[in-house]
């Protein structure tokens, strides 16, 4: 089987797998700020008579290709208000939540194509050169020489 072969069946399969269900407009390059929820506001930080509760999350700037992030930025924390709003914390909240390791930037929900897909996709591509590489070798080391007449 060819390296080509190879490469063509793996960009048709992670074409159908990895169409992420929250894909956001953009082509190949994906830039902007992304939100990453955390967890539900504590009870005891929550203003009164709050309906439902808020969720906690870190807005950040982000580089990503096809989706998944390749770089993050400037993370901060903020309430979290439906799937793309979102208001900043009061200065007394976010020293609160910052302080507490139940919100550390590592306990961010994002989902593995999100956090590993590039590096994913990286590490599968270099894989299939080193095997193209090695087989191709291979070939040329087997190969009957010519042996003068």
């Not at 050169?129 to 009957?144: H, M, R, V, Y």
Request: hydrophobic share 45%; charged share 15%.
């Amino acid at each position: 089987m060819s390296l080509r072969l190879l490469l063509a069946t793996l960009a048709v399969s992670l074409g159908f797998l990895v169409t992420p269900a929250h894909a956001k407009k953009g082509g190949i390059i994906n830039t902007g700020d992304e939100m990453f929820e955390v967890a539900d506001l504590p009870a005891a930080l929550a203003p009164p008579g709050l309906s439902s509760p808020i969720k906690i999350g870190y807005l950040c700037n982000r580089f990503g290709i096809f989706w998944a992030d390749v770089w993050t930025w400037d993370c901060k924390l903020v309430a979290i208000e439906g799937e793309q709003s979102y208001s900043d914390l009061p200065a007394s909240v976010s020293t609160a939540l910052a302080a507490d390791p139940a919100f550390a930037k590592s306990k961010a929900k994002r989902g593995f194509w999100n956090h590993y897909g590039f590096w994913t996709v990286l590490g599968l591509l270099g894989a299939f050169i080193l095997f193209g590489a090695l087989t191709k070798s291979k070939e040329t080391d087997s190969s009957p020489e010519t042996q003068p007449a």
